[in-house]
């Protein structure tokens, strides 16, 4: 009984944060099966959620660490533990935070997987345009690398966020944010044609607006997306192991090469900082130079 009603104060807190701070449904959704999985391990403890001490939270967070769990998760995980005691104490369900002096893990600066142009070449070039399934594929590839779209922004695509006469698409994106991305000439000839052709085929309710549509007519998945691009990535780079997100990395790395300046790239992103675009600065630098110690007759 005391699980379900944790479980419970688990959904209210959740149903709360979303409405104040307009999260996304997926990063809620985390948020969701973190305090799951820690009202679980307390539980097997038979140590309350609402009763544990900052002891058993760092416990808990030491036993993520020795299964090898990642820092960044771990970050994560604790960001939602401080987020739900917070809300607790504001709501008054317990009178002391046992997470507020818990300490988040120190975790390096990951630098994304460096595709250069040449790969990206192949990758695009990956499917099978002679079939409606590779068209829609190859759609979906150039137009994530022509405007640095994450995953759930393109399943999420409708038809009315599409300006096809002025080539942008509007989006919206963490917190709600809308942004204006321009879709460049290549990605919106192919876009164009799949909206006119392929998709016609594929949906199979008028009022389905959803872009990118499954086999079956529906809304694509970001698990297809995942699939599809790591099978295309595995067939065109062997070498390299690639994600959704290596677009969106290609994308803006691939601006600043050729001179776009870092708060341009910021705005395209829909990054709220801008410390958080200049991960791709340090990229872009350590191309330039390679090329000059490859090229330069005295590097």
Avoid at 50 to 77: F, M, P, V
Avoid at 85 to 91: D, I
């Amino acid at each position: 009984m005391q699980n379900s009603s944790n479980n419970n104060i688990i959904d209210n807190y959740c149903d709360s944060i979303w409405v104040e701070k307009g999260l996304s449904k997926n990063t809620i959704d985390s948020y969701a099966s973190d305090l799951q999985q820690l009202e679980k391990w307390l539980s097997a403890k038979n140590i309350d959620i609402k009763t544990c001490s900052e002891i058993d939270l760092n416990s808990y967070l030491a036993d993520k660490i020795d299964r090898g769990i990642s820092s960044s998760s771990i970050n994560r995980a604790l960001s939602a533990i401080k987020g739900f005691y917070n809300w607790l104490t504001y709501t008054n369900v317990v009178k002391v935070n046992p997470s507020e002096l818990i300490e988040s893990p120190k975790i390096g600066r990951k630098l994304p997987v460096n595709l250069s142009e040449q790969d990206v070449e192949k990758l695009l070039n990956a499917p099978d345009c002679t079939t409606p399934q590779g068209k829609r594929d190859k759609t979906i590839l150039e137009l994530l690398y022509a405007t640095g779209l994450r995953i759930s922004e393109l399943t999420d695509l409708k038809l009315n966020q599409v300006d096809m006469t002025r080539g942008i698409i509007r989006v919206l994106g963490k917190g709600g944010k809308e942004r204006i991305i321009p879709i460049g000439e290549t990605a919106l000839t192919w876009l164009k044609s799949y909206i006119d052709s392929e998709r016609v085929d594929l949906v199979t309710h008028d009022d389905n607006l959803f872009i990118f549509l499954s086999n079956r007519g529906r809304q694509i998945s970001r698990k297809f997306c995942w699939t599809m691009i790591v099978g295309y990535s595995k067939k065109s780079l062997k070498d390299k192991t690639i994600s959704p997100h290596s677009l969106r990395h290609a994308f803006a790395t691939h601006l600043l090469n050729h001179g776009a300046d870092l708060r341009s790239v910021q705005m395209l992103l829909g990054h709220t900082s801008l410390s958080t675009t200049q991960i791709y600065t340090h990229v872009a630098k350590e191309r330039l130079i390679k090329f000059h110690n490859k090229f330069h007759p005295r590097g």
